[in-house]
């Protein structure tokens, strides 16, 4: 089994945001189950920072279904290794937004004022997303679109 982080540039604009990651959200959920492939989308105003994990096909495939998509840009991998168990359990894809009611999480785990994942390390990522997913953050069903 294969994990892969990766940050782009949220270029999904303000108008219409959330109906966008509900979307983005349901088919992420929908696909990633299909291929039994887990993971965690964080993201803000500026950034997507996401974990995937499962068989190393099926990762490849969606990271390259990512590369394409247009509500992302200047995609780059953090990190790619083997992985000996899951992180995510049985989460298709769980996502949590930074705002006031996660901000303090953020601040806790990446000493950073900002969301910025050229500075993010791959344990303070994951340790993050743990957080965010143990304090119901990480909201991991899918969402009407």
């Known amino acids: 089994?294969?994990?892969?982080?990766?940050?782009?540039?949220?270029?999904?604009?303000?108008?219409?945001?959330?109906?966008?990651?509900?979307?983005?959200?349901?088919?992420a959920v929908d696909r990633n189950r299909k291929v039994q492939v887990t993971g965690a989308l964080v993201y803000d105003d500026l950034w997507f920072i996401q974990a995937l994990?499962?068989?190393?096909?099926?990762?490849?495939?969606?990271y390259d279904r990512i590369l394409s998509d247009k509500r992302h840009a200047n995609p780059k991998i953090l990190a790619l290794a083997n992985a000996s168990s899951r992180l995510f359990g049985d989460w298709s894809m769980g996502f949590a937004e930074r705002n006031a009611s996660t901000e303090?999480?953020?601040?806790?785990?990446?000493?950073?004022?900002?969301?910025?994942?050229?500075?993010?390390t791959e344990r303070g990522i994951l340790t993050l997303m743990a957080e965010?997913?143990?304090?119901?953050?990480?909201?991991?069903r899918a969402k009407a679109a």
Do not use: C
């Open 1 to 27: 089994m294969k994990r892969l982080i990766y940050y782009s540039e949220n270029k999904i604009g303000l108008a219409g945001r959330a109906m966008q990651i509900a979307r983005l959200q349901a088919v």
């Open 53 to 62: 994990e499962g068989e190393a096909s099926a990762v490849k495939s969606i």
């Open 104 to 120: 303090p999480l953020f601040g806790v785990h990446w000493f950073n004022k900002g969301m910025n994942p050229e500075t993010m």
């Open 132 to 140: 965010l997913g143990r304090q119901g953050f990480l909201d991991s």
